[in-house]
């Protein structure tokens, strides 16, 4: 009772944020106005912004902007976007895919490298190759995510032209099967997934470095080899699962990471996911649009950070127990 309570209230924080957050950028989000991403903005009069504010309920108190916020959502009603003249929940629907192509495939490839050499660092602690590793790793993780994407867009996309410097698939191409789809599909996402994928790999192979130096020390792994288990059972099995509960709560942490940093990421590839979106709303304070936005990004985490929960009891019995204990 306790964590649903704790989650429940985190919502609401979330629901609160999205709310205000957006209001407290300077600018009037009725000051430019466009009815597509391509058009040029167009510059309203007063009258005409007065009655654009009248129109969508921003003429009203705040706390009563509130309670329409909150009475919307919950009718499933996210709002209408001001500068795409479009449903905010349809909007994030379109472009939440490519997001999630991009968050899913970095996720993934990045607990397989920082796991897999965490192992490696660990079992090779304090050597030169230890040394090298970590130094390595350590120096792309403090280079911020955008300024990585920049370097492989110039070098593999501009300069060896092997990837599409831009965009999520080719403009009026015509595929003859689907496979041939989906690999102009991958081809264009390959940058942005490394890119995402250098950013966040160091988290979790400092993590599995870490634990795993700490798991080596203790006495059920001498008492593994005295029974003489394979060196591969020992390392992977038996070090690597009791090594597994920190890392749970990296991988929730780092999905949140991973939303954040795709937001930049996309906007230096132009893929046209939730980040290039939120730049757009941004830019002309497009309340409903950012509030959706901000809505789904925040929903993600705290599902995430249940899962975690829920994986952590699953990995660690003992902590359910405790809990049901109270």
């Known amino acids: 009772m306790g964590k649903k309570l704790e989650y429940l209230i985190t919502f609401l924080v979330i629901l609160s944020l999205n709310f205000g957050l957006p209001r407290m950028m300077p600018g009037d989000p009725f000051l430019y106005i466009s009815g597509d991403d391509n058009d040029i903005p167009v510059e ?26 909150i009475s919307d959502l919950a009718r499933g009603d996210l709002g209408f976007s ?23 495939s970095s996720m993934l ?4 490298l920082g ?9 090779k602690r304090n050597q030169w190759k230890d040394s090298l590793l970590y130094s390595l790793i350590m120096i792309l993780s403090e280079i911020p995510a955008f300024l990585i994407g920049l370097a ?19 403009h009026f191409a015509v595929y003859a099967s689907n496979w041939q789809h989906g690999m102009d599909i991958a081809k264009h996402a390959v940058l942005p997934v490394i890119t995402l994928t250098i950013a966040r790999t160091g988290g979790i192979y400092l993590m599995v470095r870490n634990s795993l130096a700490t798991v080596l020390t203790k006495d059920f792994m001498r008492t593994a080899r005295a029974k003489g288990l394979k060196e591969h059972r020992i390392r992977y099995v038996h070090a690597l699962r009791n090594a597994l509960l920190p890392l749970i709560t990296r991988i929730a942490m780092q999905l949140g990471g991973l939303v954040g940093g795709a937001v930049l990421v996309e906007n230096v590839f132009s893929y046209p996911g939730l980040g290039t979106l939120m730049t757009t709303a941004v830019a002309y304070r497009d309340y409903p649009l950012l509030q959706g936005i901000f809505l789904a990004i925040g929903t993600t985490v705290v599902l995430a950070n249940l899962c975690a929960d829920m994986l952590y009891q699953k990995a660690d019995p003992r902590i359910g127990q405790g809990v049901q204990r109270k």
Do not use: C
Request: hydrophobic share 40%.
């Open 82 to 104: 001001y500068t795409h003249r479009e449903k905010v929940s349809r909007l994030i629907i379109n472009r939440l895919p490519w997001t999630f192509l991009l968050v899913a």
């Open 115 to 123: 796991i897999g050499l965490g192992t490696y660092s660990a079992w």
């Open 152 to 170: 492989l867009l110039v070098i593999f996309a501009a300069g060896l032209d092997w990837f599409p410097l831009s965009g999520a698939k080719t």
């Open 44 to 69: 309203y009069s007063r009258e005409q912004i007065e009655y654009y504010r009248e129109y969508y309920g921003m003429d009203q108190p705040i706390y009563k902007q509130y309670g329409g916020y």
């Open 109 to 112: 490839l990045s607990l397989f």
